[in-house]
């Protein structure tokens, strides 16, 4: 099992969208049981959660569901994780922190690094901006780079 584990600062809005995303995108091409996804959050103010109304309704627009309940990261994540994919820079240096006892290379990323539509490298929070349907059109896009990555990676796809 490959595991994917997307995190952002409360897990609440990007992350849990990521996590739906991916899981959307890996049940369509067949490969569920192939993967092991998750999300959390670098913070843990908002722990047993759902996702923000926000996200679930941007969501569920697109045909996507989601179950995600808030967490924050473990240690376990540092040390099962295939993939740590941090939503922005402020994550991904808070994660490089958080797991500075742990051997990080090439597990760490930013979604958007494998996102080829646009030329930001950071998903922004829509807690409070509201901008929820933006925030998916750059998740969406980083995910399905990301599938395309690991695919090659892991040769589990048809070319």
Request: include cysteine.
């Amino acid at each position: 099992m490959i595991n994917v584990v997307f995190v952002c600062m409360g897990n609440i809005c990007r992350s849990p969208m990521a996590e739906a995303v991916f899981q959307h995108l890996v049940d369509e091409a067949g490969l569920s049981d192939k993967f092991q996804i998750d999300s959390a959050g670098t913070i843990s103010y908002h722990n047993g959660d759902p996702a923000h109304p926000g996200t679930v309704r941007v969501l569920a627009k697109h045909g996507i569901r989601s179950h995600s309940i808030s967490r924050k990261v473990t240690p376990s994540d540092f040390t099962q994780a295939d993939y740590l994919i941090a939503l922005d820079r402020e994550n991904f240096y808070d994660l490089k922190a958080m797991g500075r006892d742990f051997n990080l290379d090439g597990q760490l990323h930013l979604l958007l690094d494998f996102a080829k539509e646009t030329n930001t490298r950071e998903v922004p929070d829509p807690y409070y901006n509201n901008n929820f349907e933006y925030v998916y059109q750059l998740v969406e896009s980083g995910c399905k780079g990301l599938l395309a990555h690991i695919c090659r990676q892991h040769q589990i796809c048809d070319s």
